[in-house]
């Protein structure tokens, strides 16, 4: 696959192959993908000049990144304090018990991938969840169900 | 639009702009992220059919501007000249308010209304959120598209480098700022002035200045706010902090779960190059000055300076020893001041007005404002700028119109996983650095969540704890180990598997973490924990002893029962239960079937309040259900 080297090579180029450019170079590469596969990993250590260990270690300690593909629909329950002290934990919960999978899962028809994030900033809203990029909020434990099903 | 060359240029720009802008009515809408949120998006749109389909594009001007700051209400319209303030606006909203400026009337069903008086209210200014406030730094948000410069200009903006440049020399700017005694509002409190200078003259070149906008706190966005709504305010303070230092390159550091206010960055940046306000010979002074942006990863401990100095290399965001300050050796081994959002944002106003103007707010030992966002359990949530020194009462009930739905306060947290909970006898201390600290918190980045008598104070920390298990890098092991021990006991006593001499283990590892870990990420860990403990230690005690948690909230700990006398059979929860586990019919008493029960609430959230027949059971038998077949006693209407 050519075409996998020739978007890697176009996008450290965009960043003048600066080595210091590593991290923006993966979030463009994440945000293009979805995730992160091991080729395009090997094609940016190759491109960029930089050990593999040290793509790997940046793609693994910083959470923007993944190395698994993610559902068609990517929810993020907001775990901010905000959030929190008005129920979040059971917004979650009932996420899990409906989708049937726990956070960092991925429903079996890859419909689904769900998170938790640690704050959205939209603190008003709480307990809020984005699905898609779009935030939904404040929600209650009762309406899950019926937001979710609009993404069936 | 060629560069500005000079400071006479740039004024005469100003009044070029001004002779431009015709006096007319203008419609500020507000979209920051909460605001479109909100469907914000949806209401511009409106607005701008509306005023297509009227013809009055010469007439009325749309304004689409950042944050205001009252995230409840957003939407928020404001209708220049008179500052009309419209609250949760909505897209058919859009011909009635346009109608309203053509007849010069107020829509009056679209204003606040002041909850205890009934009272409706026009300005802006006078709505009690905002009136107990002191708006400078967030105060030109709402004359502003982040994305027109020259929005920016016409309020006076970039006066202060101006003046920088080419009235002041570099040790005078410098001056300056530590006259003004501003201290970094990312959280340490630590003097800019004392950083800028051991900065400029540590050895070696080139130095470098960094915006740290890696707003990890979970509850705080006030630097989000400002990025998204006012850019400009952040980078021209940070190129009067790159002269006064002696830098010419700077970092701008933003968290990639902000997208807007990347956008809105980037914007600023471009239009800045363009008029002049960077690059090479800004405004004709000599002095050169480029900024990049990098946009962090997803890793709260990035924020820590060290930390984020190693992300912006482009390697992982671990902190290390600061024996030798990052003012010293910073990115790549150079000498480089970091400070945050709100600090660099406060800078031009500094040397626009002089120190003296700006000692005169505050307390003793902090000058200024500060902006803190209110949220949690608190009926007026949003972003509040107020004077270092209002108390928290104030702060909470003042500006905040009190707690959500008449409950009780339990506690305040300010200072984000690093800070503590304050109670309720400590409500009227002032709100500065160095009280919050004395009361076992501190001030923070200006997170402030309010909590009341349904949070658990026990579960609190185990929050917190568990966010920074999952956010310590890991690289010393007090953090790392300190954390996950407080991580399983705190797990332990909110699922009543607590023992005694947990609090005792609390205690130690905690003290351990503060003597012995590398960055503040470890040594202020256990503030949560420490400080829940301080105040509410009964709680704590209640889980381990009596397996009770006073709260209501754990779920190991807490039972739903339905009371048979208040039932009335509607079968609303009944239907609603995923678990299956409530029995009843029509015109029976429902009950629920404890083993089946997955303790999601949802009953108790959907039983109507005029019944409220579902309650919460902690530390107390659950009482046998109704023998079958049992009726409701029909409760007498009105």
């Known amino acids: 696959m050519t075409g996998v080297s020739g978007l890697v090579a176009k996008v450290v180029d965009s960043y003048q192959r600066d080595k210091d450019m590593l991290i923006q170079i993966l979030l463009d590469l994440q945000s293009g993908f979805g995730w992160l596969p091991k080729q395009v990993l090997d094609e940016v250590s190759k491109h960029l000049g930089v050990p593999i260990t040290r793509v790997y270690q940046i793609a693994t300690f910083y959470k923007a990144f993944s190395l698994a593909p993610k559902g068609k629909h990517l929810i993020r329950v907001c775990m901010g304090t905000a959030c929190q002290v008005r129920g979040s934990a059971l917004i979650r919960d009932r996420m899990e018990q409906l989708l049937g999978i726990k956070v960092g899962e991925i429903t079996s028809d890859m419909k689904f991938s769900l998170e938790t994030v640690n704050c959205l900033g939209c603190c008003a809203m709480g307990p809020m969840a984005e699905i898609d990029g779009i935030a939904h909020g404040p929600l209650t434990i009762s309406k899950v169900e019926e937001i979710l099903k609009k993404y069936e | ?638």
């Open chain 2, 1 to 638: 639009m060629p560069r500005l060359n000079s400071p006479t240029e740039l004024e005469k720009l100003r009044e070029e702009i001004k002779a431009r802008r015709p006096p007319r009515p203008c419609i500020s809408i507000s979209s920051g992220t909460c605001g479109r949120a909100r469907g914000s998006e949806a209401v511009i749109t409106a607005f701008e059919e509306e005023i297509k389909k009227r013809g009055l594009k010469e007439e009325i001007d749309i304004k689409v501007t950042g944050c205001l700051g009252f995230c409840e209400k957003e939407p928020i319209i404001l209708v220049h000249p008179d500052e009309i303030c419209y609250l949760n606006a909505k897209p058919e909203d859009a011909a009635e308010i346009i109608q309203g400026i053509k007849d010069k009337k107020v829509v009056s069903r679209l204003l606040y209304t002041d909850p205890v008086t009934g009272e409706k209210i026009e300005h802006e200014s006078e709505i009690p959120f905002y009136k107990r406030q002191l708006r400078i730094v967030l105060s030109l948000n709402k004359w502003i598209d982040p994305r027109n410069i020259e929005d920016y200009i016409i309020q006076g903006g970039y006066s202060a480098l101006s003046k920088a440049l080419f009235e002041m020399s570099s040790e005078q700017v410098l001056e300056e700022v530590k006259e003004a005694n501003l201290r970094g509002r990312g959280g340490g409190g630590f003097p800019a002035g004392r950083k800028w200078k051991e900065t400029k003259n540590a050895p070696g070149e080139p130095k470098y200045v960094i915006v740290n906008c890696d707003e990890g706190d979970p509850g705080a966005y006030m630097d989000r706010s400002l990025m998204e709504g006012n850019p400009h305010s952040v980078l021209e303070g940070l190129i009067i902090g790159a002269y006064a230092i002696g830098a010419h390159e700077g970092f701008i550091y933003v968290r990639q779960e902000y997208p807007l206010a990347c956008e809105n960055l980037n914007w600023a940046i471009k239009q800045a190059e363009e008029y002049g306000f960077l690059g090479e010979n800004i405004l004709g002074s000599g002095f050169n000055f480029r900024v990049k942006v990098h946009r962090g990863a997803g890793a709260f401990v990035s924020g820590e300076s060290s930390a984020l100095m190693s992300a912006v290399e482009g390697k992982a965001g671990e902190p290390r020893f600061k024996y030798i300050h990052t003012a010293v050796s910073g990115v790549k081994g150079r000498p480089s001041n970091l400070n945050n959002v709100e600090t660099w944002a406060t800078v031009p106003l500094i040397i626009n007005k002089g120190a003296d103007w700006f000692r005169s707010i505050g307390t003793e030992g902090s000058k200024g404002t500060k902006i803190f966002s209110l949220v949690g359990k608190v009926n007026n949530t949003g972003l509040v700028e107020v004077p270092m020194g209002m108390t928290l009462r104030q702060v909470i009930y003042d500006i905040g119109g009190g707690i959500l739905k008449g409950k009780k306060f339990k506690a305040v947290q300010t200072g984000g996983p690093s800070g503590g909970v304050i109670p309720e006898q400590y409500l009227d201390t002032p709100v500065d650095f160095d009280e919050l600290t004395k009361l076992g918190s501190m001030m923070g980045s200006g997170g402030m969540v309010v909590m009341d008598e349904d949070t658990c104070m026990v579960d609190v920390a185990r929050y917190f704890v568990n966010f920074l298990c999952e956010e310590s890098c890991g690289k010393c092991i007090p953090c790392r180990e300190g954390l996950r021990l407080l991580r399983v006991i705190l797990n332990d006593v909110c699922q009543g598997k607590g023992k005694e001499g947990d609090i005792e283990v609390i205690e130690e590892v905690a003290e351990v973490m503060a003597a012995a870990s590398l960055c503040a990420l470890g040594t202020t860990a256990a503030n949560p924990v420490l400080s829940t403990l301080r105040y509410f230690r009964d709680e704590y005690e209640a889980h381990i002893k009596e397996k009770r948690c006073p709260a209501k909230f754990c779920k190991d700990l807490t039972s739903f029962y339905i009371q048979p006398e208040k039932c009335q059979a509607c079968l609303i929860c009944l239907r609603n239960c995923p678990a299956g586990a409530i029995n009843g019919d029509k015109g029976l008493v429902h009950w629920i079937a404890q083993e089946k029960c997955s303790k999601c609430g949802i009953c108790f959230e959907v039983c109507p309040p005029r019944f409220s027949a579902v309650v919460k059971l902690s530390g107390e038998p659950i009482p046998e259900p109704p023998p079958p077949g049992t009726k409701v006693i029909r409760k007498k209407e009105g």
